[in-house]
């Protein structure tokens, strides 16, 4: 029974970290109808940015905000030059985005170099907390999903109950109909856009923090947050929550009743919930779906 | 699109000979083309000046690239999807051939039937579950259906060895035929290359084919006339995932063993940047993709040891400046964009009645 509730929280936060790469993919899709292949790249540069600030200044959480800041900027980079011109272009973009991931993946191997680093946390988080039926357990895991749930929460409420929200979802409507109300459009799409690559590199930092940064993890994390918002349902931040958690839980209890297809298994949740569901849990259903 | 969408490209239904096909100057003298590529192409083992590097590295691999490609491109354009699963299919069938050679001992008169076999099945199975989906939804799931492979390939070591793979699989010595010498061995690889190109073709101009062209330009319209969307759609990426296992064939006998990188993603990408680099019209524009990639993988490293970032680079040059002269991948962005967006494109699929089986207007732009 402990080890069943150990595995059931590791799986917890692991989908947190799942999650809050997750949420950036879902929010651009969710509101522009683009996919940004390059949103692994941004949760590993991230990663390696917070590593860099954290070391050199010796707090985490200046390392998160470096983190956050510089891949949003990035974001905003890609978003003017290659993006904005081919918005209505889901397919380019997407292809674009692979492009700018396998630049990405090249120039930070000879950056970072292949050995794996891991984000250098504050000793004063580097505690054990006894919880009743687990025994100790890392503070900073519970840390990490109570601030996930806190970004899940706040991205909801800003997408469903403020006016920028609405601002956005009218923009994904008819972008014609809400620039004529005196909205500029690409000044808001340009907004989710950085701010769902600064979610991304948030997450980098701290997917860094639990687990060592390594070349290819921009790969599998693409991967993982693809499936996230597949099983989710594309766009759905509340199904990317559902979707993270259900990945994190089947890969860390196949991990240990059957490791060696781990990764078979968390697929295979996919091919579940595409045959039922095609659109994902929570998704809404589309022409395009 | 469906029959009720405004007529945007209104432009473009002026009625064009069905059936007789406007001959361009171009397309009368293209022959003479393909006459000087095929020359060029027999002639390559013997006027290079290293062999032995030649041939391999830039010849070989071009073909089996090209043929992945030739794949992924014939299934983007006559059906309108873009998969990056055929990598994946082409590493199965190599797995295949590899797991008859290497585990069973077997001989490659059955090994190769074998590859060939489990990669189209593989292809089969990975359509029941991507053929629901289409546009992005499909790139996403064949993405990652092959991430699925690869992280099988990669842990599994009763059948495919994990990371250390498969191998020796010599290239066989067939007595008349001995496939061990290299030039022999681009010949045959150049022969299984171009039948792939005639087969792709040939399928794509037979009912099917056609059939197949008017569900990428209105499944709802076929749906309609009592075509199985499904079906077909199921069809074409069995048929696609035949032709990439027979380069799966070629690339396992030119490394002789077959290991977890060649279903990875990068290698994935790889197929994605010759498709889109090399079309430049038509099908046989991958093998120059091919050819370009191959270079750049060999001696850009005297330039630069960037070589992913020069390929990346021009990968996106080529997306952002020059969508419409890639082949398949070009036309989809053409028409994900005729859908979208207020000015028409290129002309793609006019909405006006036409009967299926019958060659549509697009079907004489696509004859370039």
Same mark, same amino acid.
């Given at each position: 029974?402990?080890?069943?509730?150990?595995?059931?929280?590791?799986?917890?936060?692991?989908?947190?970290?799942?999650?809050?790469?997750?949420?950036?993919?879902?929010?651009?899709?969710?509101?522009?109808?683009?996919?940004?292949?390059?949103?692994?790249?941004?949760?590993?540069?991230?990663?390696?940015?917070?590593?860099?600030?954290?070391?050199?200044?010796?707090?985490?959480?200046?390392?998160?905000?470096?983190?956050?800041?510089?891949?949003?900027?990035?974001?905003?980079?890609?978003?003017?030059?290659?993006?904005?011109?081919?918005?209505?272009?889901?397919?380019?973009?997407?292809?674009?985005?692979?492009?700018?991931?396998?630049?990405?993946?090249?120039?930070?191997?000879?950056?970072?170099?292949?050995?794996?680093?891991?984000?250098?946390?504050?000793?004063?988080?580097?505690?054990?907390?006894?919880?009743?039926?687990?025994?100790?357990? *890392?503070?900073?895991?519970?840390?990490?999903?109570?601030?996930?749930?806190?970004? !899940?929460?706040?991205?909801?409420?800003?997408?469903?109950?403020?006016?920028?929200?609405?601002?956005? +979802?009218?923009?994904?409507?008819?972008?014609?109909?809400?620039?004529?109300?005196?909205?500029?459009?690409?000044?808001?799409?340009?907004?989710?856009?950085?701010?769902?690559?600064?979610?991304?590199?948030?997450?980098?930092?701290?997917?860094?923090?639990?687990?060592?940064?390594?070349?290819?993890?921009?790969?599998?994390?693409?991967?993982?947050?693809?499936?996230?918002?597949?099983?989710?349902?594309?766009?759905?931040?509340?199904?990317?929550?559902?979707?993270?958690?259900?990945?994190?839980?089947?890969?860390?209890?196949?991990?240990?009743?059957? /490791?060696?297809?781990?990764?078979?298994?968390?697929?295979?949740?996919?091919?579940?919930?595409?045959?039922?569901?095609?659109?994902?849990?929570?998704?809404?259903?589309?022409?395009?779906? | 699109?469906?029959?009720?969408?405004?007529?945007?490209?209104?432009?473009?239904?002026? /009625?064009?000979?069905?059936?007789?096909?406007?001959?361009?100057?171009?397309? +009368?003298?293209?022959?003479?083309?393909?006459?000087?590529?095929?020359?060029?192409?027999?002639?390559?083992?013997?006027?290079?000046?290293? /062999?032995?590097?030649?041939?391999?590295?830039?010849?070989?691999?071009?073909?089996?690239?090209?043929?992945?490609?030739?794949?992924?491109?014939?299934?983007?354009?006559?059906?309108?999807?873009?998969?990056?699963?055929?990598?994946?299919?082409?590493?199965?069938?190599?797995?295949?051939?590899?797991?008859?050679?290497?585990?069973?001992?077997?001989?490659?008169?059955?090994?190769? *039937?074998?590859?060939?076999?489990?990669?189209?099945?593989?292809?089969?199975?990975?359509?029941?579950?991507?053929?629901?989906?289409?546009?992005?939804?499909?790139?996403?799931?064949?993405?990652?259906?092959?991430?699925?492979?690869?992280?099988?390939?990669?842990?599994?070591?009763?059948?495919?060895?994990?990371?250390?793979?498969?191998?020796?699989?010599?290239?066989?010595?067939?007595?008349?035929?001995?496939?061990?010498?290299?030039?022999?061995?681009?010949?045959?690889?150049?022969?299984?290359?171009?039948?792939?190109?005639?087969?792709?073709?040939?399928?794509?101009?037979?009912?099917?084919?056609?059939?197949?062209?008017?569900?990428?330009?209105?499944?709802?319209?076929?749906?309609?006339?009592?075509?199985?969307?499904? +079906?077909? +759609?199921?069809?074409?990426?069995?048929?696609?995932?035949?032709?990439?296992?027979?380069?799966?064939?070629?690339?396992?006998?030119?490394?002789?063993?077959?290991?977890?990188?060649?279903?990875?993603?990068?290698?994935?990408?790889?197929?994605?940047?010759?498709?889109?680099?090399?079309?430049?019209?038509?099908?046989?524009?991958?093998?120059?993709?091919?050819?370009?990639?191959?270079?750049?993988?060999?001696?850009?490293?005297?330039?630069?040891?960037?070589?992913?970032?020069?390929?990346?680079?021009?990968?996106?040059?080529?997306?952002?400046?020059?969508?419409?002269?890639?082949? !398949?991948?070009?036309?989809?962005?053409?028409?994900?964009?005729?859908?979208?967006?207020?000015?028409?494109?290129?002309?793609?699929? /006019?909405?006006?009645?036409?009967?299926?089986?019958?060659?549509?207007?697009?079907?004489?732009?696509?004859?370039?």
């Amino acid at each position: 029974m402990d080890q069943f509730l150990l595995i059931a929280l590791n799986g917890l936060t692991l989908g947190a970290v799942y999650f809050l790469v997750a949420s950036g993919l879902t929010l651009i899709f969710g509101l522009m109808r683009v996919i940004t292949m390059a949103h692994g790249t941004s949760y590993l540069l991230g990663g390696y940015l917070g590593y860099v600030v954290a070391r050199e200044t010796g707090n985490w959480f200046l390392g998160a905000l470096g983190g956050a800041v510089a891949v949003g900027i990035l974001g905003l980079l890609i978003h003017q030059l290659l993006i904005r011109r081919f918005q209505d272009d889901d397919m380019r973009v997407a292809l674009i985005t692979l492009g700018v991931s396998l630049i990405g993946t090249d120039l930070m191997l000879a950056t970072f170099g292949g050995t794996a680093t891991q984000v250098p946390l504050p000793p004063e988080l580097q505690i054990g907390l006894e919880l009743p039926g687990i025994g100790q357990y *890392p503070l900073i895991r519970l840390l990490i999903l109570a601030v996930s749930i806190a970004v !899940g929460v706040g991205l909801w409420l800003f997408v469903n109950r403020t006016r920028f929200g609405s601002i956005v +979802r009218a923009g994904v409507d008819d972008s014609q109909m809400t620039s004529a109300t005196g909205i500029n459009v690409r000044v808001v799409f340009a907004l989710i856009f950085v701010l769902g690559s600064a979610l991304a590199g948030f997450a980098g930092v701290v997917g860094g923090t639990l687990f060592p940064l390594l070349p290819g993890q921009d790969g599998t994390y693409l991967l993982f947050s693809l499936v996230v918002v597949i099983v989710g349902g594309m766009g759905s931040i509340p199904g990317a929550a559902i979707g993270a958690a259900l990945v994190g839980l089947i890969s860390q209890f196949s991990l240990v009743f059957a /490791p060696t297809y781990s990764l078979v298994l968390t697929f295979a949740l996919m091919v579940v919930v595409l045959a039922f569901r095609p659109q994902g849990i929570l998704g809404r259903r589309t022409a395009t779906a | 699109m469906s029959i009720l969408t405004k007529p945007t490209d209104s432009g473009l239904v002026e /009625p064009l000979p069905v059936g007789t096909p406007q001959k361009s100057t171009w397309q +009368r003298y293209r022959w003479i083309l393909w006459v000087v590529v095929l020359g060029a192409a027999l002639a390559f083992p013997y006027v290079v000046d290293r /062999p032995r590097f030649w041939i391999p590295n830039i010849g070989i691999k071009s073909l089996w690239l090209g043929t992945i490609a030739m794949s992924l491109v014939f299934l983007n354009r006559y059906v309108g999807l873009l998969s990056l699963a055929q990598m994946t299919l082409a590493g199965i069938a190599a797995y295949g051939v590899g797991y008859m050679v290497v585990t069973l001992d077997q001989s490659v008169f059955l090994a190769v *039937p074998v590859g060939i076999l489990v990669g189209t099945v593989a292809g089969f199975l990975v359509a029941l579950i991507a053929a629901r989906t289409k546009a992005i939804y499909f790139l996403m799931i064949t993405l990652a259906i092959g991430q699925v492979v690869y992280s099988f390939a990669s842990q599994s070591i009763e059948v495919t060895n994990a990371r250390r793979g498969l191998a020796p699989i010599p290239r066989p010595d067939l007595g008349v035929v001995d496939f061990a010498q290299l030039h022999i061995f681009y010949y045959g690889a150049l022969a299984a290359a171009v039948l792939c190109y005639l087969l792709c073709r040939y399928v794509a101009a037979t009912s099917f084919g056609l059939a197949l062209q008017g569900i990428r330009d209105s499944p709802e319209r076929m749906s309609a006339l009592g075509y199985n969307v499904n +079906r077909y +759609r199921i069809a074409a990426m069995t048929f696609t995932a035949f032709i990439a296992s027979i380069g799966g064939v070629i690339m396992v006998f030119d490394r002789a063993q077959v290991d977890p990188d060649v279903v990875s993603l990068s290698s994935t990408l790889d197929i994605l940047v010759v498709a889109v680099i090399g079309g430049v019209g038509s099908l046989g524009g991958v093998f120059v993709g091919g050819i370009v990639l191959t270079l750049l993988d060999n001696f850009a490293q005297n330039v630069t040891e960037r070589y992913m970032t020069l390929t990346g680079l021009v990968f996106i040059v080529v997306l952002l400046f020059a969508p419409t002269g890639l082949a !398949g991948v070009g036309k989809q962005v053409v028409r994900a964009l005729s859908t979208r967006r207020r000015a028409p494109q290129a002309p793609t699929a /006019p909405d006006v009645p036409t009967p299926p089986g019958i060659t549509d207007p697009s079907n004489e732009r696509k004859q370039q």
